[in-house]
């Protein structure tokens, strides 16, 4: 078993649509949970960071993490076709070790006008 | 303008050919780190380097080299590449390890071996 589950898609959605991306982990000392965000043919960039349980928002996103589940979760209100890329969910002990972040196999979305 | 700059973007070669995959970041990191993406997989760290000289084993090392001599630059080495070292790799910088901060991401090595 993956220490991150993550669905890996497709995930077709209609534009303006509220979409819902999660990830399901099985470290429970896993303390900082990042979601990036990452376009054909580039690299991976840091869309949203939150540490420990709670919710987080940044404009359309919001990012929520249930620690007592050991889930996450990554929701996008009225999703563009802008926002078609591959999400990766990642986390990351709290151990300024240097294999510092565990990632999901990542969820692609689309985004249809 | 910080980034992170891998070299070069394609490359196909040989099984068994030496290659050498430069990073380099500009933002005076201290920290920095291989990964390779594989379909399903997502990314894994091949190896990482807390500061200049300092260079340890992420979870997939086995076949890969890396070296630290400057803080700027992190190559990844192939000494004998084979088949199943084809893959999608990138390099990352950071900080610090502190999971507080952000890793920057380059944008991509594609490496096929034949």
């Known amino acids: 078993q993956k220490e991150v589950e993550q669905d890996p898609g497709p995930l077709s959605v209609p534009e303006g649509a509220i979409v819902s991306l999660n990830c399901t982990y099985s470290?429970?000392?896993?303390?900082?949970f990042m979601w990036y965000r990452q376009y054909s043919r580039k690299g991976p960039e840091l869309l949203m960071y939150?540490?420990?349980?709670g919710n987080k928002e940044d404009g359309r996103f919001t990012a929520q993490v249930d620690k007592s589940s050991k889930y996450i979760s990554l929701f996008i209100r009225d999703s563009q076709p802008s926002d078609s890329a591959t999400y990766l969910c990642?986390?990351?002990?709290?151990?300024?070790?240097?294999?510092?972040?565990?990632f999901g196999g990542g969820t692609r979305l689309m985004v249809k006008p | 303008e910080a980034q992170v700059t891998q070299n070069p973007r394609y490359l196909i070669t040989v099984t068994g050919k030496k290659l050498t995959v430069t990073c380099s970041q500009n933002?005076?990191?201290?920290?920095m780190s291989w990964y390779r993406q594989d379909p399903g997989l997502g990314l894994r760290q091949i190896y990482y380097s807390m500061n200049v000289e300092v260079t340890d084993k992420g979870d997939v090392p086995e076949g890969y080299k890396v070296s630290r001599k400057e803080k700027r630059n992190f190559p990844l080495i192939l000494e004998s590449p084979s088949p199943n070292q084809t893959s999608l790799y990138f390099c990352?910088?950071?900080?610090?390890?502190?999971?507080?901060?952000?890793?920057?991401f380059g944008a991509g090595t594609r490496l096929s071996v034949l």
């Open positions: 990352a910088s950071s900080l610090s390890t502190s999971a507080k901060n952000i890793q920057y």
């Open positions: 933002m005076n990191h201290e920290y």
């Open positions: 470290n429970s000392a896993f303390q900082y």
């Open positions: 990642a986390m990351s002990l709290n151990n300024n070790a240097g294999n510092m972040l565990t």
């Open positions: 939150t540490y420990s349980s």
